[in-house]
């Protein structure tokens, strides 16, 4: 497929680590250490999988939004430099491995993979009716450490539920920012978010608060897992701390920082969040 490396940088495939960190921190902790190398590996594949045909469909279902907005207009679909065809063959073969991994995990896995997609998928499409599509983007990426948990165990308890109601908030959080450089275009395409409904000021707001609860969702988790004891707390002591980092590069009036903020920082928050784990 010759447009299968413009699609590859366009899903910014680099970017699995966002989900990639929370998925092994449930594994270990459901695993109370080192889970089975092989369910681990199968773990990582089906995020990769999985999040790779999600990109792809949202690229596919955003592209003449796309190609409206200065900020997205030089992606290979809104420039036609790569066609729809090619993406739908690359989220067909994506999410088929994604269900074909999650087959060889376990039956749940498998039974799940499905809903799992369905899920990712539908994201794309809430900016179109609902100004809170941040929370259900939150949504999906939880599934991360859930199906995790569910790899390892086969079932789920209140330990993956309170870390992926920590990763629905630091989402929310980090993508509410990340929104209100789009915050005109949004506004004329017809399109919802947080920063187009309530203008960017009491966005930056939500999006602080909503990182607030994330620290306290992970401080809970601690609680339901004994083994998470004072390396764990210093770990989401230092993730408080880059939150609040992030929080002071982004002003109402100077969006510039952004992509710093939403890359760099959270890059390292949920590295570093998964090696004190």
């Known amino acids: 497929m010759k447009s299968l490396p413009l699609i590859l940088r366009d899903i910014r495939i680099e970017h699995t680590l966002f989900a990639l960190p929370f998925a092994v ?43 409206a907005n200065p900020r997205t207009a030089k992606r290979p679909l809104a420039s036609k430099k790569a066609d729809s065809a090619s993406y739908i063959v690359f989220i067909a073969v994506s999410s088929a491995a994604f269900c074909i991994t999650a087959w060889y995990i376990n039956r749940i ?24 599509s941040h929370f259900f983007l939150g949504f999906a990426l939880s599934l991360a450490p859930i199906g995790a ?51 960017i000021e009491r966005a930056l707001r939500i999006s602080y608060a909503a990182h607030i609860f994330m620290v306290i969702f992970l401080l809970l988790s601690s609680i339901f897992a004994p083994r998470l004891g004072a390396v764990y707390i210093a770990g989401v002591i230092l993730t408080a701390a880059l939150l609040w980092y ?32």
């Not at 594994?27 to 990582?44: H, K, N, Q, Y």
């Not at 039974?111 to 100004?131: D, E, H, I, N, Q």
């Not at 915050?183 to 919802?192: N, T, V």
């Not at 992030?246 to 998964?274: Q, R, W, Y």
């Open 25 to 67: 921190m449930s594994a270990f902790i459901a695993a109370g250490g080192m889970p089975e190398t092989r369910i681990l590996a199968l773990i990582v594949i089906a995020l990769f999988f999985a999040r790779s045909a999600a990109m792809a469909f949202n690229r596919l279902a955003d592209a003449r939004f796309d190609a």
């Open 109 to 132: 896995t498998f039974m799940l993979s499905p809903a799992a997609l369905g899920v990712v998928f539908l994201y794309s499409y809430t900016k179109r009716f609902t100004p809170y």
């Open 149 to 199: 948990w569910v790899a390892v165990t086969g079932e789920i308890t209140a330990v993956p539920l309170l870390l992926g109601t920590a990763v629905i908030f630091w989402l929310v959080g980090l993508d509410i920012i990340y929104s209100c450089q789009d915050l005109d275009h949004d506004k004329s395409a017809g399109l919802y978010s947080i920063p187009s409904r309530f203008g």
């Open 246 to 277: 992030e929080h002071s590069l982004v002003k109402p009036d100077d969006l510039t920082k952004v992509n710093e903020a939403f890359f760099n920082v959270n890059g390292v928050i949920s590295v570093g969040l998964m090696i004190f784990t």
